[in-house]
C-alpha cells in the first residue's frame, strides 16, 4: 500500500518533466516582475534555524545524534559574532538529552519542535521509505514532546518544522490545537513562495513560514530530460554557491516578496551533523566544521547590502501576521 501511495506521490511531483509547461507559465510570471529594492530603512528580517534531529536525518542509518552535543556547546560563540537570535527545531525524543543545553539556550533563542523521532506528519513521499504516521499515533507522539519540555522546564514551543517537510491538513490542526503559532513545513523544494501564508483559512492563529526558496524555478536536465528545481536557502546550497550567486537569490527572493505586499525576509536551514566532517559519502562532501565561519561570512556579505534584523520564528510570524 504504502508502495502505491509513493509512487502517486512521484507522479504527482511538480518537477517532473510533464509539468514544464506550467513551469514555463509560472518562470514567464516571474520575468516580468521589475526589480523592486527594499528601502534603505527597512530591515530584512533574518531567522536563521536549525533542525536538530538524529545525525543525517531521515538519511541516518541508526538513532544516534552525535553531533548535536558539540553543536549546541558551538551556538553561543556563533550567536555573539553575528549578533544573531536563532531558532532550534528540536525532535521531541531528544528534548530530555540535551535538556540542560536547551535551557541555557532557551534564554537567548527560540526552542520549536521537530517532530518525535524524525517520523512522517503526512503523506507518503517517493523518496523516503518511511510509512505516513497515523493521526492518532501523531497526536500521541505531540502530548509526548510536549511533556518532555516542560518536564525539562522549557517553555512549551509555539513553532514546528515537520521532518522532512512532510505535514498534512490534519498535522496542522493538532499543532493549532496544542498551542501552536508557527508551521515552518511547507515542501519548498517543490516550488513552494517565499511567502507567508494561514494555511488553516485567515482565522487560524497558524501562520505558515516556508523555508526561503527561489520564486523563480530553474530547468535542469537529467537523465536527457528537463526537470524542474528550486533553489534553497539551506546549508547544503549556501555551501556550495558564490557570493554573487547568493546576493542575487536575495535580491530576487526580496523583490519578489516586497511586490506580493510581504515584509523581505529570510529563513536559513541546517543542521548539526552539517557542522561536522562527513567522510563517505560525496552529496555530503560540504559538511565540515569549517561551516560555522562560513555561515558567518555570508551573513557578514548580507550585512554589507542589508539593514539585517535577525528574530526567532515566533517574531518573525507576530510581525509578518500582522501586515
Ligand atoms: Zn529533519
Not at 19 to 25: A, E, G, T, Y
Not at 79 to 92: D, H, N
Not at 105 to 121: K, P
Amino acid at each position: 500500500m504504502n508502495s502505491v501511495a509513493r509512487l502517486f506521490d512521484l507522479l504527482c511531483d511538480p518537477r517532473m518533466p510533464y509539468f514544464i509547461p506550467c513551469v514555463k507559465l509560472k518562470r514567464r510570471r516571474g520575468k516580468t516582475l521589475s526589480d523592486a529594492e527594499i528601502p534603505s530603512e527597512s530591515p530584512l528580517l533574518v531567522a536563521l534555524t536549525f533542525d536538530v534531529e538524529y545525525d543525517f536525518g531521515s538519511s541516518a542509518k541508526e538513532a544516534s545524534a552525535d553531533a548535536v552535543e558539540p553543536f549546541l556547546h558551538q551556538l553561543p560563540a556563533l550567536a555573539r559574532e553575528i549578533q544573531a537570535v536563532f531558532t532550534l527545531f528540536v525532535q521531541g525524543d531528544l528534548v530530555g538529552r540535551y535538556g540542560e543545553l536547551l535551557l541555557n539556550l532557551q534564554s537567548s533563542h527560540e526552542i520549536g519542535l521537530h517532530g518525535y523521532a524524525h517520523e512522517l506528519w503526512g503523506k507518503a513521499r517517493w523518496f523516503l521509505p518511511h510509512k505516513p504516521v497515523s493521526y492518532k499515533s501523531r497526536r500521541g507522539l505531540l502530548r509526548r514532546s510536549l511533556k518532555n519540555f516542560t518536564d525539562n522546564k522549557l517553555a512549551p514551543p509555539v513553532s514546528f518544522r515537520a521532518p522532512d517537510l512532510v505535514a498534512n491538513a490534519d498535522t496542522l490542526r493538532l499543532l493549532e490545537e496544542h498551542g501552536f503559532l508557527v508551521d515552518s513545513s511547507a515542501p519548498v523544494y517543490r516550488g513552494t513562495l517565499p511567502l507567508p501564508a494561514r494555511s488553516l483559512g485567515p482565522s487560524s492563529p497558524i501562520l505558515s513560514i516556508p523555508i526561503t526558496a527561489a520564486p523563480v524555478p530553474r530547468i535542469h536536465l537529467r537523465y536527457l530530460l528537463p526537470f524542474t528545481a528550486y533553489e534553497v536557502f539551506n546549508m547544503a546550497w549556501l555551501a556550495t554557491t558564490s557570493d554573487q550567486q547568493l546576493l542575487d537569490f536575495v535580491a530576487e527572493v526580496v523583490s519578489f516578496q516586497i511586490q506580493n505586499g510581504a515584509k523581505p525576509h529570510l529563513v536559513f536551514l541546517a543542521h548539526p551533523w552539517e557542522f561536522r566532517e562527513c567522510t563517505g559519502e560525496k552529496r555530503l562532501g560540504y559538511c565540515s566544521e569549517d561551516n560555522y565561519e562560513l555561515l558567518r561570512r555570508k551573513m557578514q556579505l548580507l550585512k554589507g547590502r542589508y539593514q539585517l534584523q535577525y528574530v526567532g520564528m515566533k517574531e518573525l510570524a507576530h510581525t509578518l501576521g500582522n501586515e
